[in-house]
T-cell receptor, first 115, second 109 residues
Framework: NAGVTQTPKFQVLKTGQSMTLQCAQD?????MYWYRQDPGMGLRLIYY???????DKGEVPNGYNVSRLNKREFSLRLESAAPSQTSVYFC??????????????FGPGTRLLVL | TQLLEQSPQFLSIQEGENLTVYCNSS?????LQWYRQEPGEGPVLLVT?????EVKKLKRLTFQFGDARKDSSLHITAAQPGDTGLYLC?????????FGAGTTVTVRA
């Protein structure tokens, strides 16, 4: 049981290049999330998927697209990277415990530098 | 602007001292979660509180959810170097999730 995995761990891009960040979870959770974390700003929600086949915008969706490929995988795509997208990206999956408490599991993060 | 305000932003204390971190908002949340994040890793859930006035204890950590479900606090008793990390609160209301900016806690041996 690997939990939430993210690839790659690190990436350097030039302005204008595109890339896809991959996320997978093996816990059979319905909901998955993409966040970015910048110094002094906590984590900000980019997109989320409440269930397979659905995606919704979060707080900072501009410049990003997502795909919920199946229940396990939720990818984040940068079509034309900009220096403002330099950040650490976290994927998370979420479920409701038996006590009806929301619980999120986070991946280890992808560190992205856009030059 | 951050929907959830955390204070203080930084906290440095000596081992054995107590500390309290606050998370405040003008919005009502259906639940509030506390996470700890260590450098180079993703946040790890500590606790979820859902009922106004609720108090939860996790060993030396005590979490409180305000009566109006707009604020929360995290109190650590007799802090240890292993408590060092970034503490984040997350408020949720109907799939809308808002993180606070975090409190960086350093416990000196």
């Amino acid at each position: 049981n690997a939990g939430v995995t993210q690839t790659p761990k690190f990436q350097v891009l030039k302005t204008g290049q595109s890339m896809t960040l991959q996320c997978a979870q093996d816990m059979n959770h319905n909901s998955m999330y993409w966040y970015r974390q910048d110094p002094g700003m906590g984590l900000r929600l980019i997109y989320y998927s409440a269930s397979e086949g659905t995606t919704d915008k979060g707080e900072v969706p501009n410049g990003y697209n997502v795909s919920r490929l199946n229940k396990r995988e939720f990818s984040l795509r940068l079509e034309s990277a900009a220096p403002s997208q330099t950040s650490v990206y976290f994927c998370a999956s979420r479920y409701l415990t038996r006590d009806q408490l929301e619980t999120q599991y986070f991946g280890p993060g992808t560190r992205l530098l856009v030059l | 602007t951050q929907l959830l305000e955390q204070s203080p932003q930084f906290l440095s204390i000596q081992e054995g001292e107590n500390l309290t971190v606050y998370c405040n908002s003008s919005s009502v949340f259906s639940s509030l979660q506390w996470y700890r994040q260590e450098p180079g890793e993703g946040p790890v859930l500590l606790v979820t509180v859902v009922t106004g006035g609720e108090v939860k204890k996790l060993k030396r950590l005590t979490f409180q959810f305000g009566d109006a479900r707009k604020d929360s606090s995290l109190h650590i008793t007799a802090a240890q170097p292993g408590d060092t990390g970034l503490y984040l609160c997350l408020g949720e209301d109907d799939y809308k999730l808002s993180f606070g900016a975090g409190t960086t806690v350093t416990v000196r041996a």
